[in-house]
Structure formats: structure tokens, C-alpha cells
């Protein structure tokens, strides 16, 4: 069974950085396409950014230019690199891994989920 497990979250004042990890069991990251996802309080899942397994990155207009997503095949684990967070980037953040090799960056094109990881970013 595919396992998905996140850490990294945290609470940061705006104008911070905190670094998301999501290591994968049962999955192989190098030719997988992976993603990260965010919902806050009341509003529903969004995508934030995705890594397709021949390393091709999509992200959200919201965080385009601040976030980088990225992986690490020989440690099969994906990172979000968030820098210059502002408070609206407050969610909990979810590491996603699709059956394919390439996916758009929507919920409908992952099939495995992680527990999620809180960020929370004051102002």
C-alpha cells in the first residue's frame, strides 16, 4: 500500500520560509507524478504545485515565483520550498502522488494522499 507521510509544517510570520517534505513508501518518486495540495478553513482543496516523473513543474498562480517544488529520487522523497509566505498561504498542506508519470496539477489526477502537514503563517 502506497504510503504518503508529510512534515515540515509549522507557524512562521509573513515574509518566512518553511520547507515541506513528503517521503513515499510503496511509490517510486523518480518516475511518479507527485504534487502538493493546500486547503484552508472553509474552503475547499486546491492545487499548489506538481513535479511530473521527467521532473516537468506546474504551480498556482498564488504562489508562482515563491514556492518551488522539487524531489529526490535517491531518497524518494518530494519538497515544497516555501519562501515569502503570507498569512492567505495558512492551510494544511497535502502531499499527493498520482498513478502516472504525468498529471495536471487537479485532485481528480492523484490517487494517493498523505495526513496533511499545518502551516500557519501570521502577520
Known amino acids: 500500500q502506497v504510503q504518503l507521510a508529510e512534515s515540515g509544517g509549522g507557524s512562521v510570520q509573513a515574509g518566512g520560509s518553511l520547507r515541506l517534505s513528503c517521503a513515499a513508501s510503496?511509490?517510486?518518486?523518480?518516475?511518479?507524478?507527485m504534487g502538493w495540495f493546500r486547503q484552508a478553513p472553509g474552503k475547499e482543496r486546491e492545487g499548489v504545485a506538481r513535479?511530473?516523473?521527467?521532473?516537468?513543474?506546474a504551480y498556482s498562480d498564488s504562489v508562482k515565483g515563491r514556492f518551488t517544488i522539487s524531489k529526490d529520487n535517491a531518497k524518494n522523497t518530494v519538497a515544497l520550498q516555501m519562501n515569502s509566505l503570507k498569512p492567505e498561504d495558512t492551510a494544511m498542506y497535502y502531499c499527493?502522488?498520482?498513478?502516472?508519470?504525468?498529471?495536471?496539477?487537479?485532485?481528480?489526477?492523484?490517487?494517493?494522499w498523505g495526513q496533511g502537514t499545518q502551516v500557519t503563517v501570521s502577520s
Open positions: 499527493a502522488a498520482s498513478q502516472y508519470s504525468r498529471c495536471e496539477l487537479a485532485e481528480s489526477a492523484f490517487r494517493y
Open positions: 510503496r511509490y517510486y518518486v523518480s518516475t511518479g507524478c
Open positions: 513535479i511530473t516523473g521527467g521532473f516537468g513543474l
